[in-house]
């Protein structure tokens, strides 16, 4: 469980950026 808690908020930390840095590249 801590794993996956692990993995989820990784995955918030390192995706959300990105998506966000690609949507500002589209706009």
């Known amino acids: 469980m801590s794993l ?3 993995l989820d908020t ?3 930390i ?3 950026p990105e998506q966000i840095a ?3 590249g589209s706009l």
């Open 4 to 6: 996956l808690t692990f």
């Open 10 to 12: 990784a995955g918030i």
């Open 22 to 24: 690609h949507l500002g």
């Open 14 to 16: 390192f995706v959300r």
